[in-house]
Structure formats: C-alpha cells, structure tokens
C-alpha cells in the first residue's frame, strides 16, 4: 500500500509541477533548485533526526566525490531533465518517458557484461520501443506528436533516471538511504543558486502557488520517497517496481481532470507497452532471485 500511495503522489507530483510553471511562468531551471534545496534540507534533517551520521560520508575524500557526481549527474539532473520535458509537453508524456530507464539498466548491463538477456528482458527491450515510437510519432513514422525538444529531454531523463538508480548502491549500503539522498538533493540546488536565485523576484507569489510548492516539496518528494523506501523494504524491488507504474497512470489521468490534457490511442497504447515492459523486467528480476 506504501509503493501504491507513493507512486500516486509522484504522478501527482509532475502535474503540480507543470500547474507551477503554467500559472507563474516559471523557468524549469528555478522550480528545480527550489524543489531539490527544500526536499534536500528536509531529508537531511530527517536522517540526522533519525540518529544517521550524516557528514561521515563528506569526511571521506573518495567517498564526497561520488556524492557529488551523484549530485551533478543524478539528483540534479534527472529533475531537471523532467521538468523540462513537461516545459515542452506535460507531465503525463514527461512521467511515461522516464519510465524508459529501468530497460535502459538492463541493455546497460546486458552489455557491459557481455551477457545474452533473457527472453523476458528481450520482450521489454521490444514493447518499450515499440511503446515510445507509439507515443512519439503516433504510428506515423514521418512526423512527431510530441515536440523534438520533449522527445531529447524525455529520453535524458530515462538515461539520467538509470544513472541516478545505479550508480549510488555503494554509498547506500555504507551510509544509508537518506544522508545520500539527501546531500545530493541538496548539492544539486546550490549548484544552480548562483544561476537562477535572482528570477525568485520576477513573479507574483500567491496563495495557491504557495500551496502548491508545499504539495511539490513535502507531499511529492520528501514523504513520496520514505513512503517508497518503506514499501519496497516490506515486499522487494520486484514488487515494488510492478505497483511503481501507477505513476503514469495516475498522472495521465490528473492531467486530465485537472489540466484538461487527454491522451489520444496510440498515447494509452504507447504508455501501456512501456509500463509493461517494467514489469516484464521485475519478472525476470524475481525469477534471477529465486534461481538464485
């Protein structure tokens, strides 16, 4: 139920987001580093609160510099990544793209270790290209339903999705979840204040915007991730990444009901061959562990 609701509210989240930049005409770049300081510090406080020695892991030289290509690379650039991809479309087309990178992973490591995949990883490789060429073109080979900047933004945040699950497993099992998690969040903000501190000053605040980074910070990021990491630990990754795919959903639906955006056939039929092609590969991820 943890995964369910998680998922839910990180649908929900990319629409607040696209609700943000439609009503203040702000920039992706700005809502990015105030979404990433605010869900940083929050995290932060959280571990530190929860008793984790959260400046261990900036002690060890080594150990602070995979943190912060962690930061640059992964947390800073895979919302970034997002929220331009719902600049140029909206957070239904953003939300189903990124759900590219767990068979990005898989090609990844399929090739890197020189292995043959199995037939179920072969078919996710197939319906999730399959499912994009569905989203993107609509069938049609000789034109694109979608903007090209959304097609290179939305296919960036896939292989920036990828490196931000991967790349920081050593730090994780060493320090914890939180602290890099957090940090990292954290960083990747302060490395765009420099650059986009001072458009805070070019639009309105109202109440309702207020109210809706507080949904995009608190409920979206910071509560959606404990809410994940919870249900994952209770039933598995596996599990958690097949319940993991009512993001989409729910965010193509709240784009509807909310933003008035619909998806067309070949937009359900694309996003539906994607998200199976996730469950496709969690299958084989559970049939690998219980060969195991």
């Known amino acids: 139920l943890n995964v369910l609701i998680a998922a839910v509210l990180w649908g929900s989240s990319g629409v607040c987001a696209q609700y943000i930049m439609e009503q203040s005409r702000m920039s992706s770049q700005f809502l990015t580093m105030i979404r990433l300081l605010f869900a940083g510090l929050i995290l932060v406080t959280f571990s530190f609160m929860h008793g984790d020695k959260i400046f261990s892991i900036l002690k060890n030289r080594k150990d602070a510099l995979s943190l912060l290509i962690f930061s640059v690379v992964g947390a800073l650039t895979v919302q970034l990544t997002f929220l331009l991809t719902i600049e140029k479309s909206n957070a239904a087309t953003a939300t189903v793209l990124q759900f590219l990178s767990p068979t990005i992973i898989v090609a990844w490591f399929a090739l890197a270790r020189r292995t043959r995949p199995g037939i179920l990883v072969l078919t996710a490789i197939l319906t999730s290209l399959i499912g994009t060429f569905l989203l993107v073109t609509h069938g049609n080979p000789t034109s694109l339903s979608i903007s090209s900047g959304a097609l290179f933004w939305g296919i960036a945040s896939a292989f920036a999705a990828a490196f931000y699950t991967t790349w920081p497993s050593r730090l994780i099992a060493q320090y914890g979840t939180l602290p890099v998690v957090g940090w990292s969040m954290s960083f990747g903000g302060l490395i765009l204040l420099p650059f986009y501190a001072k ?36 039933i598995g990754g596996p599990k958690a990444s097949i319940l993991s795919c009512a993001e989409p959903l729910s965010s193509a639906l709240l784009s509807l009901l909310l933003l008035g955006i619909s998806f067309t056939l070949p937009d359900w039929l694309g996003t539906l061959l994607i998200l199976s092609s996730v469950i496709l590969i969690s299958l084989d991820s559970r049939r690998r562990a219980r060969a195991a």
């Open 199 to 234: 458009e805070g000053t070019h639009f309105a605040v109202s109440g309702s915007l207020i109210l809706a980074f507080f949904y995009l910070v608190v409920i979206g990021t910071s509560l959606t991730f404990s809410l994940y990491l919870k249900g994952a630990q209770l």
